[in-house]
């Protein structure tokens, strides 16, 4: 009988054994590294928070570029009036968003160039060449017309330039006696009116600028402030410079100028973005994505 009793412990102390070199032995693996289940299950739990967290990112960087734009349309215009008191006179050398030194279009329009202005700036603005007394208005607020020995400049661009925000480096006297003056303006005639009140339109800027109509007939000319701008360094610490989706593009802040055709001397009139929004519609698309 103690012989089977002693079997029978025998045998229960053998098996104890064996569950606890088992439970060791598990113990041991687990300590070693993860269960390919164990790996699958954080890598399916990262994949969705990078879903989750992706298209945010996307949406506080669309939100950041309409703030950047707003703020840099205003501070130049602020600037621009800055300037003017603390200089006496207007600035100079802003870039002509004109392409080459005797320009023959759009900045970006020439065959094979693969930078220049956004497609949606480009889109609101024509080439245009002025009359004498359109020509006397703008460059009595450039420069002083009644001087024939003053050189005001705007800067056309060189298409080979890889920063497009800095092609502007041929120097155009604007005040060259019997000259014609070729400039950018909002080609707003006959330009329809988009569906989306925050789409860049000739229309849109047309009305921002003249709410009761264009009883003087003015021409709306447009200007980039690029790194030659002699406001630069004096009441602009650096050139403005606004985000753009494509960095192939034109990334200045643009200024707007309303040109006379009676001579008499030509005043500002505001502000674009690069890819051709005014300020208030720069706003109404940060609040419209703020809201999504």
Known sequence: MSAVLSSVREAGNSETRTVLSSVRGYGQRVRGGFTLIEIVVVVAIIAVLAMLLVPRLAFIRTMATYANQAASIQDVAQNMLIYHST????????????????????????????????????????????TTN??????????LSSSPSTRTSA?????????????????????????????ATVNYT????????????????FNSVYANGNP??????????????????????????????????????????RVRPDGVQASLAGGL????????????NYRVTAQR
């Open 87 to 130: 200089q006496g006179m207007w600035p100079d050398h802003f870039d002509s968003l004109l392409e080459n030194s005797t320009p023959s279009g759009l900045y970006g329009s020439g065959s094979g160039v693969t930078n220049g202005l956004d497609s949606n700036l480009s889109g609101v603005l024509t080439m245009t060449t002025l």
């Open 134 to 143: 359109q020509k006397k208005s703008l460059v009595g607020l450039l420069g």
């Open 155 to 183: 800067m056309d661009h060189d298409p080979s330039v890889s920063q497009p925000g800095d092609s502007g480096t041929f120097a155009r006297d604007l005040n060259a006696s019997g000259a014609n003056l070729s400039v």
């Open 190 to 205: 006959g330009a329809s009116v988009p569906s989306d009140p925050n789409a860049a339109s000739a229309t849109v800027i």
């Open 216 to 257: 003087n007939n003015e021409t709306l000319v447009a200007i980039g402030v690029g790194p030659s701008c002699t406001a630069v360094g004096k009441t602009i610490l650096t050139p403005p410079q606004a985000y753009t989706k494509d960095a192939s593009r034109y990334n200045r802040t643009v200024v707007l100028i």
């Open 273 to 284: 973005s690069p890819d051709g929004r005014t300020l208030s519609q720069c706003l109404g």
